[in-house]
């Protein structure tokens, strides 16, 4: 069995269902001195050596995401780490294909691996099956664009890397991006209907929001959806440079009806009345728990303004009261919150964040921690998460 490295840390989260034990997983290097393929070679040392641990193993992970600070630079020699340490524990064929995406870490190094498993309690009704995309183009992020199907007894849940999409000017690129989605959902037998979370990420946002937003719109009400996806649209450097879009997806498909519903809270007023074609939240009852997908959560107010400008104390605390407001209408606490991604505009903002979250206990799950200005210029932070409840507090 491989071992960390010395200088890696690993933070855990299990969650155990009836159908399945659930891992939510996040690795980093604690040596920033390190190149950022040594420090690959920690983060996925250490996941190795945490999934043996758990007595599971590559097989069972079914989202794998990379934060670079330089994508461009560091994203081969990565990669090229990460083959090296799965050639040694023999897991090449058995892992997914990664995510990438330049949002530097905050923690000071310069990547950190964030990943999730699903581990079965019957291997007979478990299936994991690696489906690739149609590319937009010949580029090499583009050949990367596939997607995880996992099934779960009668359940069927897909895992997307980034997708891309390909056009003049940045509204027919992210008109583009949704139909190579749904492309790929197809070919998995399924369709954006199924899709319960959407990552999109953009290379300017401040110079193309309006233009996702106007696409977004255009793309759901062509397909006539009527719950919309919980969402987080951030800036994040696609790879290579002939995309400045990309998108990843969360899709689940059951033999039987699953509830899905939407969160909301009268702390903040609906994301889609100002253009932003999302839901706050989606709660979704499988087979094995109740989820809670809260969407990229900002310091905005019951009327959909930005407040607390240019204070990211005031907003930071805006921020988890309206997350924790979101999670009280289903039941939970922060204590339930088993991942998260935390973005901050100004990357010096980072220790006075950090102190707050650990302050309010929006901390002890694998929560990253990155930069990157977010969909209004004056906002400096933003926070999205995934709370996991049992299924005896599906009716709470």
Do not use: W
């Given at each position: 069995?491989?071992?960390?490295?010395?200088?890696?840390?690993v933070r855990?989260?299990?969650?155990a269902g009836p159908e399945a034990?659930?891992?939510?997983?996040?690795?980093?290097?604690?040596?920033?001195s390190k190149t950022p393929a040594e420090e690959a070679e920690a983060a996925y040392r250490s996941l190795a050596a945490r999934l043996a641990g758990e007595q599971t193993s590559f097989q069972d992970l079914v989202?794998?995401?990379?934060?670079?600070?330089?994508?461009?630079?560091?994203?081969?020699?990565?990669?090229?780490?990460?083959?090296?340490v799965l050639a040694e524990v023999h897991a090449g064929a058995g892992a997914p294909v990664p995510a990438f995406i330049q949002q530097a870490p905050l923690a000071g190094g310069a990547i950190e691996l964030a990943a999730t498993a699903v581990i079965p309690r019957r291997r007979d009704a478990w299936e994991v099956r690696d489906v690739a995309a149609a590319?937009?183009?010949?580029?090499?992020?583009?050949?990367?664009?596939?997607?995880?199907?996992?099934?779960?007894?009668?359940?069927?849940?897909?895992?997307?890397?980034?997708?891309?999409?390909?056009?003049?000017d940045a509204f027919a690129q992210a008109l583009d991006m949704f139909g190579a989605a749904e492309r790929l959902l197809v070919r998995c037998g399924m369709g954006f209907r199924d899709v319960v979370r959407t990552w999109i990420y953009l290379r300017d946002i401040d110079r193309d929001y309006d233009a996702l937003n106007r696409a977004r719109r255009e793309f759901f009400q062509r397909r006539g959806l009527g719950v919309r996806p919980a969402s987080t649209g951030v800036q994040g450097v696609p790879f290579p440079d002939a995309h400045d879009f990309s998108i990843r997806l969360h899709a689940?498909?059951?033999?039987?009806?699953?509830?899905v519903g939407t969160m909301s809270t009268p702390t903040l007023n609906e994301a889609w009345s100002y253009g932003a074609d999302f839901s706050r939240g989606l709660r979704v009852v499988d087979a094995n728990k109740v989820v809670l997908h809260l969407s990229g959560t900002a310091s905005i107010d019951e009327a959909g303004r930005s407040v607390h400008i240019g204070d990211v104390a005031a907003?930071?605390?805006?921020?988890?009261?309206?997350?924790?407001?979101?999670?009280?209408?289903?039941?939970a606490t922060f204590a339930d919150l088993v991942s998260g991604v935390v973005?901050?505009?100004?990357?010096?903002d980072a220790p006075q964040l950090r102190a707050l979250c650990r302050q309010r206990g929006f901390d002890g799950f694998p929560c990253a921690l990155v930069e990157a200005p977010l969909c209004r210029p004056e906002l400096l932070c933003e926070a999205e998460a995934i709370a996991l409840l049992p299924l005896d507090r599906a009716g709470a």
């Open positions: 069995m491989t071992e960390p490295l010395r200088g890696s840390s855990l989260r299990r969650f034990d659930e891992l939510t997983i996040l690795c980093r290097s604690e040596e920033p989202t794998e995401t990379i934060f670079l600070g330089n994508i461009r630079r560091d994203l081969p020699s990565v990669l090229d780490a990460r083959a090296q590319p937009s183009c010949p580029c090499s992020g583009c050949a990367r664009s596939a997607a995880r199907l996992v099934r779960l007894g009668d359940q069927t849940s897909l895992h997307t890397t980034n997708v891309h999409g390909a056009g003049g689940v498909r059951s033999a039987r009806p699953l509830a907003q930071g605390e805006r921020m988890l009261h309206n997350i924790a407001t979101l999670l009280a209408g289903q039941g973005y901050l505009k100004r990357a010096e």
